[in-house]
């Protein structure tokens, strides 16, 4: 439901324990993670992006618009930047207290109904050459429909 924090079940993204992530290698070699290894989602794993704002049920803060990759994982919000125009991509990780796997379920459930009745606010990324280009739609639809809400 727009306006409450919400996710999906079993995500494989889980936030870093430590400031300093490990990997053991194939002959048992303990070394730094690289970035690949890590589980955090990035902003180019972005395939579908519901433009309606959630907010945090504890702190009311708004959280931005559910992100999903191609798998219909929710796996952060985007938002506009300080820069105005821009869209800034905070990963799910960011808010691990606030998406257990009853949240996270939730949020699927809300993609695949956005996609089953063809919500206008769903953007995905057949439909646009990038993920800027994706990023962009839904930030410019957010406006577009603010404004006209303002004017009607």
Same mark, same amino acid.
């Given at each position: 439901v727009p306006g409450n924090a919400a996710a999906k079940s079993g995500s494989s993204y889980r936030p870093q324990s430590s400031g300093v992530s490990t990997r053991q290698s194939s002959i048992g070699i303990v070394e730094p993670?690289?970035? !690949?290894?890590?589980? +955090?989602?990035t902003r180019d794993e972005i395939f579908y992006i519901l433009a309606k704002p959630f907010k945090s049920v504890s702190t009311g803060e708004k959280l931005g618009f559910? !992100?999903?990759?191609? +798998?219909?994982?929710?796996?952060?919000?985007v938002r506009e930047s300080n820069q105005k125009g821009f869209?800034?991509?905070a990963p799910i990780t960011n808010y691990s207290a606030e998406f257990g796997a009853t949240e996270m379920s939730q949020a699927t459930r809300i993609l695949?109904?956005?996609?089953?009745?063809?919500?206008?606010?769903?953007?995905s990324r057949e439909m646009h050459t990038s993920v800027y280009s994706l990023?962009?739609?839904a930030l410019v639809y957010d406006f577009s429909r603010k404004e006209s809400s303002r004017k009607g």
């Open positions: 993670a690289t970035t !690949s290894d890590r589980d +955090e989602p559910p !992100s999903y990759n191609a +798998e219909r994982e929710m796996i952060g919000f869209g800034q991509f695949e109904g956005a996609i089953a009745n063809q919500n206008p606010a769903l953007h990023i962009d739609h």
